[in-house]
């Protein structure tokens, strides 16, 4: 899906393309299209546009003298989960161009397309952005960021880091690569309480000593996530391509594939959300932290125990997975703790094994969203289902 950075490509693609074209004649709307005709007609028209978040507007402004009179009309595009633009001859145009611009005669006629082969895109000819969508993420940073801490009470904030980084209320512009990118670089758990990571961010001043050069130095080394929130845009905007390059085809994608550092990388995992959404991430080590005398359900006790009454000494920071626990052919409920550590720790004592033994723990199968079983030494640990409610 399109998140702000090709938004941001797609409306630099547009004013570089359209710079100097004169457009003219009507709109042309695909008959299967169920978007809303764009009621403008002009003799000769000029097309420019802009991005913020997740739309991106397009300007149509008739030049002096064309014919009949009108005014500018703006449209707002969102492009769904396959939508772009592209500029092709009027004669071949491209499958799936679902609104079309015509340059005038008597020229070579060309079209900017709106193109959408999965049909989820949508235009709207009020031209006025979305209502309710926060500060754009790439364009927006400070207000953005202000818009965020001042509204942690908000319950969105109660929900998992990696669901609330997709609400477009406060995160406008950052989607499901975006997010595992971020939350990658920071090594926080996906589903970590979205709260309790951003209020600490409240709190984060720079000593007013510094210079603001220093500072500058100080936010780029150890940026927070809200800063990730604006930078890692910034990297896919200035690698550009994604369709919008001078390469064709799968070439014009090679350095952001290149980019990736987590979203759909080999050797990651991922798990669905509870609106269907894949996360992608890394288990940086795993804590097992034993046999409980009941399994954990959401919202259970505070505190897991083992069967011998000993706390569980183990990470606040992590995701819980219920697990079965099998030994010969006795089965009982335990859970893994994922910790963003590259050590794994003894499930009895809670002390770090180091990297020396880490064929102590030994993943069987393909680890993809945790559901190949986990050897540590003579158990076997198997995962049942996740919590992801």
Known sequence: ????????????????????????????????SRNPEVPFESSAYHISACARG???????????????????LALVFRFGMSGSFQLAPAHALPPHAHLRFYTAPPAPRLALCFVDIRRFGH???????????????LLEYEQFRENVLRNLSDKAFDRPICEALLDQRFFNGIGNYLRAEILYR?????????????E???????SPELTLSQKIRAKLQNPDLLELCHLVPKEVVQLGGKGYGPEHGEEDFAAF??????????????LRDRHGRTIWFQVWALLLIGQLETPREAGGVDTPRTTAGQELRSSPVGILVPVEVCQGSRCSGGLVRLIPSFEPQDPSTGTA?????????????????F???????????SPRKTLLT
């Open 1 to 32: 899906m399109p998140e702000g950075p090709e938004l941001h490509l797609a409306s630099l693609f547009v004013n570089e393309t359209c710079r100097g074209l004169v457009f003219g004649g009507c709109v042309e709307k695909s008959s299967v």
């Open 54 to 72: 997740k739309e991106l507007r397009l300007t149509l402004t008739p030049a002096p003298g064309a014919q009949p009179p009108q005014e500018p």
């Open 123 to 137: 235009w709207d000819p009020g031209g006025e952005w979305q209502p309710g969508r926060g500060p754009c993420v």
């Open 186 to 198: 920071l090594k926080i758990p996906p589903f970590e309480k979205a709260r309790a990571v951003l």
């Open 200 to 206: 600490a961010l409240q709190q984060h001043r720079l």
């Open 257 to 270: 594939r290149a980019w990736l550092r987590c979203y759909g990388v080999p050797g990651m995992s991922s």
């Open 353 to 369: 094994l180091g990297q020396h033994n880490l064929a102590d723990v030994t993943a069987v199968g393909e680890v993809r969203g």
């Open 371 to 381: 559901l190949a079983p986990l050897i540590w030494k003579d158990t076997v640990w």
